[in-house]
């Protein structure tokens, strides 16, 4: 029996991960759940779970769900950062799944692996921000980071059983979004409506958008360089518009290990809280004849300067990455507001890193400040784009 903390339990990969515990009750238990803003929601995971402890984002809120518990006083309600971190540590917590969104699942997910949990891991920024810091952590205290992406997973499992000295390189597929056809001129024009609609996928608002831009491409680049300890030469990126083949790697020998799945998370939800196994779930299998083609092609870094900016984040390294990610998470809210356009998104980042002199991250406060150091460069520039 797994005694779980899933924080960011009201979220898209939250929702689909109490799917798939409640489908295997005899092999895990939520001890803990943290959420953001969604009371209502969950209220309703407390009473179906009964977990000990909750968490939400402010004191205001955690007041307003301990009236509405009413009799349920076996749950202790916490609230903010403290509260995530409380929770993600506790001790008879085995693994913390972290799928809590942006930043600040930072400080929560590097706690849980300084106390020795194993981590289920969603929250990609916290990778892209810190990642030397995590996975060294992670040796240090003999823990798993399992990756929740179905890139990432797809990876994990093409890995099995093969020697690392005989990876070649890793090739990371996308769908492309909502906008992989689109001009530049129509980019200009995109709503916040159109580019939520992801083609394939159902996922939150702010992944969504980094979908469109193919920023969550590249950042999933630079967590592939963290989880499996390559070279960011060694990444490749092809747009596989049936989000069929989650990943694959290549070995020296020419070999392509691929893992196919349907799109749907309960699949790499399963297999990070059940690892090595691949436990009976409920999505259904894959039909290739339905399916017919599998086709593939390069992404366009110039009319998707999200990539480029990441990828080159990426090779760059050290603190550039944490700027790219604070940039990006300022920028994408001011789209989903109406304040800029789509084609702002990336402006607002590429000058936040272009004012950012790169230094190393040797500790989880100094990656926090330069985090914080980005959105506030980035909510000027804002500021100024918008009072045009």
Known sequence: MKNICLLGSTGYIGINSLKVIKANTVRYRIVALGAGKNIELLLNQIKEFRPRFAAVINADLADELKSKLNNMRNTEILYGTEGYVEIATLSDVSTT????????GLLPTFSAIAAGKDVALANKEALVIAGSLLTNESRKRNTNIF???????AIQQSIQGHRREDLKRIILTGSGGPFKDLSIERLSAVTPEEALKHPNWRMGRKISIDSATLMNKGMEAIEAKWLFDVEMDQIEILLHPQS?????VEYMDGSIIAQLASPDMRIPISYALS???HLKGEPASLDLLEIGTLSFEKPDRKRFRCLDLALTAGKIGESMPAVLNGANEIAVNAFL??????LE???IIEKTMER???VPINSIDQAIETDRWAKSWAKELLEKMVGK
């Open 97 to 104: 799944i972290a799928a809590m969104t942006g930043s600040s």
């Open 244 to 248: 069929i083949i989650h990943s694959m």
């Open 337 to 342: 507001e109406g304040k800029i356009g789509f």
């Open 356 to 358: 950012h002199d790169t």
């Open 275 to 277: 690892y090595p196994r």
């Open 147 to 153: 990756p929740i992406d179905s890139e990432h997973s």
């Open 345 to 347: 998104i990336p402006q």
